[in-house]
Nanobody, 128 residues
Framework: QVQLVESGGGLVQAGGSLRLSCAAS????????MGWFRQAPGKEREFVAA???????????EYADSVKGRFAISRDNAKNTVYLQMNSLKPEDTAVYYC??????????????????WGQGTQVTVSS
């Protein structure tokens, strides 16, 4: 069983930055595909970014079009942690952000049903 714990959310003005962290338990973190999703009130949970495991120590970052060029996903396998650096934040980025994980390549990394493990979420609020 893998447990995921997010941190780093908060209130920020438009144009500001935040960095979210997701700490994972377990000894095989390096072979997991990790993703970030978000859910705004009254909306479906949507894909934000993923860092896909492609075997060995190879990873690929993937992004939703709405955050491409503003957000960056990274991981530190020694710390069992994945990060989401969010820059140039907009009011429409306001949501609860969830970390998710699945063992392996995560072929359909953009689909929430791909993931087996989820964190409890962290609130991000961007004021205009």
């Amino acid at each position: 069983q893998v447990q995921l714990v997010e941190s780093g959310g908060g209130l920020v003005q438009a144009g500001g930055s935040l960095r979210l962290s997701c700490a994972a338990s377990g000894r095989t973190f390096s072979s997991y595909t990790m993703g970030w999703f978000r859910q705004a009130p009254g909306k479906e949970r949507e894909f934000v970014a993923a860092i896909r495991w492609s075997g060995g120590s190879t990873y690929y970052a993937e992004y939703a079009d709405s955050v491409k060029g503003r957000f960056a996903i990274s991981r530190d396998n020694a710390k069992n942690t994945v990060y989401l650096q969010m820059n140039s934040l907009k009011p429409e980025d306001t949501a609860v952000y969830y970390c998710a994980g699945v063992r392996g390549g995560g072929r359909n990394y953009y689909n929430k049903v791909t993931y087996d493990y989820w964190g409890q979420g962290t609130q991000v609020t961007v004021s205009s």
